[in-house]
């Protein structure tokens, strides 16, 4: 049975934002610097368990109703759709694309094929990780 840690579960509510913004911006960070997609999905895999650990597996579960194993798919189909687009246009597997945009609020940015790929990486970590911590949770 668990306690109602009611500082704990606050904290963590706060805590777990800024642990997923600071994962967005270790995933956009990571084209240029350190970081990416296995990393932004690690540490946000663990703002989750963060949650899993104040409140319980159940709860958690309900607020974030989120099939991990569809997440998994969706980055596979994603990742590998990515790499492979290139062969459609007679490049090498893995030929990433990019170019210069001018978008109202960022202003001139340079949108890459890689950013794609990175999410399909994200999205794969995130699922595996929460699969496997889901799986040993439920086990009594």
């Known amino acids: 049975m668990k306690t109602n840690d009611v500082i704990m579960q606050f904290t963590a509510k706060i805590v777990f934002f800024i642990i997923f913004f600071y994962?967005?911006?270790?995933?956009?960070?990571?084209?240029?610097?350190?970081?990416?997609?296995?990393v932004g999905g690690l540490v946000t895999s663990s703002a989750i368990v963060l949650l899993i650990i104040a409140f319980d597996l159940k709860t958690v579960q309900s607020i974030i109703p989120i099939n991990y194993i569809y997440l998994v798919g969706t980055g596979l189909i994603l990742a590998l759709g990515t790499a492979a687009f290139s062969m459609?246009?007679?490049?090498?597997?893995f030929t990433h694309f990019f170019d210069y945009f001018h978008l109202p609020i960022l202003g001139k940015t340079s949108l890459h094929t890689a950013a794609l790929f990175d999410l399909g990486v994200y999205l794969v970590v995130v699922g595996v990780?929460?699969?496997?911590?889901?799986?040993?949770?439920?086990?009594?």
Not at 133 to 138: A, D, K, R, V
């Open 23 to 38: 994962a967005v911006h270790i995933f956009f960070a990571g084209h240029y610097t350190p970081g990416g997609g296995f």
């Open 88 to 93: 459609f246009v007679d490049k090498p597997f």
């Open 129 to 140: 990780t929460m699969t496997i911590i889901q799986t040993i949770g439920e086990d009594e």
